[in-house]
């Protein structure tokens, strides 16, 4: 089979997998949550939060971390990642807004925080910097198209405002990052102590940086193939590099966590099982892993490593806010057959806008002509 | 402030306060079973505001005793429900009720993952669906009534009244009777203090309950402050994240127009 053809029916599945989400999608808006979800009272947050929403946001953390790597640390190489890089953040918090209104009990209000205000509640701010941050990223690719349209005079106009927007970009990201984990800060009773942390902000943080360096790695990688192009495997290495290192602040970090609050670290239950899945197969692991050179300047090493490092942030999310749950109740949640399929649907549609994205816009720069100013 | 005083020594669990509830909310009524005890129904839910938990608890020399413990919203001063909701649907009122706004609530239940004792509950069968639970009949406290569940209690169990005053009967009864009480009023300080207070025979840890509502593991702080001292710090990140972020694109913009001015010198 040619690889076109390959691509045709990867797509064919795709825009199946999105029909069957949106059905379900419809059917969850008539039906109700309770009928549609395995929800409760005694579980109210279940699969859609914990990875549309908190997941899906981390793994879009390669937008900001890139543009910071950029702009702030000065780390020019990346340049050409940048762009893959929002265009997956803007995938990846558009994907995250339709997950949230479905999981809305009455999504139809969604725009309720943009009016009604309450600065105590770190929700409230987290809703505004998704906002914001969501419109930061449209304006980027925005000006993709009008580089495309070749509307240059425009173009000129958002560049003179371009600090404004990377600097926004990540004072936004910094701030929900860190207080998609502080929400837990209101239930440390209600979770596994191993995760109830007083420092689960930046912990959220450090390990959202982790995510987005991951995807952006996995990204470069499987997208180079599927475009057929080479993947640039100096910078992607070089970002390999740093993901080490950032796991290796990340394990350090989490260890003086869990020291300095005398969590009894040893057990065999279910919740010390997932805590050494997490810590040590998914942010050790990797991180030795990309301490060697030969797995850094693999195509294949680098897919496992960073794989491995963004699957510890999803198990991360989930134990934070799912597994580590309500352990001492006497209620259990799986998710339904309709949270399952409207993920899976959420997911098939985030490739295809991607896919999108890469085709129609300017996203690699050679193909866009004009070069970023700085 | 008002407040509620349940001297569970007093209750006979008659369930009188659940069907006043039922009647004052205008709530369905339902088929139910007896729960794992005498208990009925067997959860609160978005249909029942309040149950009375029965409690069998047998002593070393044989003798049954009973507990009836009436649970319901504990009204906090200081509601983690209120800290957590986004677009501030639940408030404290300063005549003590925690409330909620149908038209305000956008439900994502972070109140009910918040709620430090698990009771606000959602409407799981409506396609509107909207958070429910005890509204201390804050409507009857405005027009000078007392709550439902008070105002029906036949034994005096439920003691409607200033929230100081029931704090000081309550300690005046632990005083007056010693053994007869567990020494604490629970919601005294208990996650900051509750407008629902509790005078028991045996601590909520003795009774098993508390793993089911009445955590004793709570602490005098109240846990939605975690979330606001949070929030008191984000502008300052913001502000010191913007400033070195902003400073810094300018530094590296100004180095890489030097360096490209080197570059064209040599």
């Known amino acids: ?374 | 402030m008002k407040a509620i005083l349940i001297d569970t020594t007093k209750c006979i669990g008659c369930r009188a306060c659940q069907v006043a509830c039922k009647s004052w909310n205008s709530l369905p009524g339902e088929k139910t079973a007896f729960s794992e005890t005498w208990a009925n129904p067997r959860y609160l839910d978005a249909d029942n505001y309040n149950r009375i938990i029965f409690r069998e608890v047998t002593s070393p020399d044989g003798q049954v005793q009973w507990h009836f413990i009436s649970r319901r919203c504990m009204h906090c001063l200081t509601p983690a429900c209120a800290s957590a909701c986004p677009v501030g649907a639940l408030q404290k009122l300063l005549e003590g009720p925690v409330v909620y706004n149908d038209d305000m609530c956008i439900g994502c239940r972070y109140c009910m993952m918040a709620c430090p004792f698990q009771i606000p509950k959602f409407e799981w069968g409506m396609a509107i669906p909207y958070i429910r639970k005890c509204t201390f009949c804050a409507d009857r406290l405005a027009i000078n009534q007392e709550p439902a569940c008070a105002s029906s209690c036949p034994t005096g169990s439920l003691l409607f009244g200033d929230r100081d005053k029931l704090l000081k009967e309550a300690h005046r009864r632990i005083g007056a009777h010693p053994g007869k009480y567990y020494p604490e009023v629970y919601g005294e300080k208990t996650g900051g203090g509750t407008s629902t207070l509790y005078l028991t025979a045996a601590s909520f840890e003795t009774l098993g309950l508390n793993h089911e509502g009445f955590r004793t593991d709570l602490g005098d702080y109240p846990q939605g402050m975690y979330g606001r001292a949070w929030m008191a710090k984000v502008p300052w990140v913001a502000v010191a994240v913007g400033g070195l972020c902003t400073g810094l694109y300018y530094l590296n913009k100004r180095r890489g127009e030097v360096q490209t001015q080197e570059k064209k010198e040599e």
Not at chain 1, 161 to 173: D, E, M, P, R
Not at chain 1, 284 to 304: C, D, F, T
Not at chain 1, 327 to 340: N, V
Not at chain 1, 358 to 368: A, F, K, T
Request: charged share 15%.
């Open chain 1, 1 to 374: 089979m040619s690889r076109e053809n390959k691509i045709g029916r990867g797509r064919a599945i795709l825009i199946g997998l999105t029909a069957l989400g949106i059905i379900v999608g419809i059917y969850r808006l008539f039906a109700g949550l309770g009928a549609a979800t395995n929800l409760s009272d005694a579980y109210p947050w279940g699969l859609w939060v914990s990875f549309d929403i908190l997941t899906g946001v981390a793994l879009a953390g390669g937008g900001f971390t890139i543009s910071a790597a950029i702009y702030i640390f000065n780390l020019k190489k990346f340049e050409p990642l940048l762009r893959p890089a929002k265009l997956s953040a803007f995938v990846g918090y558009l994907i995250f807004i339709i997950g949230l209104f479905f999981d809305l009990g009455q999504p139809w209000r969604i725009w309720h925080p943009i009016i009604m205000w309450n600065p105590q509640s770190v929700l409230f701010e987290v809703s505004w910097c998704v906002m914001l941050y969501t419109t930061v990223l449209a304006i980027d690719v925005f000006i993709w198209a009008l580089e495309r349209w070749q509307k240059y005079e425009w173009v000129e106009f958002f560049r003179s405002i371009y600090v404004f927007l990377i600097v926004a970009g990540i004072v936004l990201s910094t701030l929900h990052q860190s207080s998609l984990g502080a929400l837990f800060l209101l239930l440390p009773e209600k979770m596994s102590t191993l995760w109830a942390s007083p420092a689960i902000g930046i912990l959220f943080f450090t390990s959202a940086i982790i995510a987005g360096m991951s995807m952006v790695i996995i990204e470069s990688i499987l997208s180079a193939k599927a475009y057929g192009r080479k993947p640039e495997m100096e910078i992607i290495s070089s970002l390999g590099k740093g993901l080490g290192l950032t796991l290796v602040i990340y394990f350090a970090m989490k260890v003086t966590d869990l020291y300095a609050r005398q969590v009894s670290v040893l057990g065999l239950d279910w919740p010390h099982v997932l805590f050494y899945v997490e810590l040590l197969v998914c942010v050790a692991l990797p991180a030795l892993l990309l301490y060697v050179p030969e797995v850094r300047n693999s195509a294949k090493g680098l897919l496992w490593a960073a794989g491995l490092a963004a699957f510890g942030v999803v198990l991360n999310r989930f134990n934070v806010s799912l597994t580590s749950y309500g352990g001492y109740r006497d209620f259990w949640y799986f998710p339904s057959a309709i949270e399952i399929i409207l993920t899976i649907g959420l997911i098939a549609q985030a490739i295809l806008i991607f896919d999108f994205g890469m085709r129609y816009l300017p996203v690699y720069r050679e193909m866009s002509g004009t070069a970023e100013t700085h």
